[in-house]
Nanobody, 128 residues
Framework: QLQLVESGGGLVQPGGSLRLSCRAS????????IAWFRQAPGKERVGVSL????????YYADSVTGRFTISRDNGKNTVYLQMNDLKPEDSATYFC?????????????????????WGQGTQVTVGS
């Protein structure tokens, strides 16, 4: 099964920053809308951000708007999530996934069923 690989997580103090990377080694991301999700212990996985295949459109959940920035470098087959001003409530396992449809509006639902090629996740812990 083709899979994405996340990296860049770690332990950071409140107010700090991290940049997550989502890379595909076995297929191109050029035509895929890519989303970042996160799942905290005991909670459901939720969508955080979405970027269109060419990077022209982006979406952010209210909880991260103004603090997180999604971007992509199709030349490197990689999508990034820059996370600034991190808060303890941002602590979670972060996953990236590729939308199964080319319809960006459908991908905005950010439901698990719309996405595939899930990675194993990268852990982000915000604390002192």
């Amino acid at each position: 099964q083709l899979q994405l690989v996340e990296s860049g997580g770690g332990l950071v103090q409140p107010g700090g920053s991290l940049r997550l990377s989502c890379r595909a080694s076995e297929f191109t991301l050029d035509y895929s809308h890519i989303a970042w999700f996160r799942q905290a212990p005991g909670k459901e996985r939720v969508g955080v951000s979405l970027i269109s295949s060419r990077g022209g459109e982006t979406y952010y959940a209210d909880s991260v708007t103004g603090r997180f920035t999604i971007s992509r470098d199709n030349g490197k087959n990689t999508v990034y999530l820059q996370m600034n001003d991190l808060k303890p409530e941002d602590s979670a396992t972060y996953f990236c996934a590729a939308c199964r449809t080319v319809l960006y509006r459908t991908c905005l639902n950010l439901g698990d069923a719309e996405f595939g090629s899930w990675g194993q996740g990268t852990q982000v812990t915000v604390g002192s």
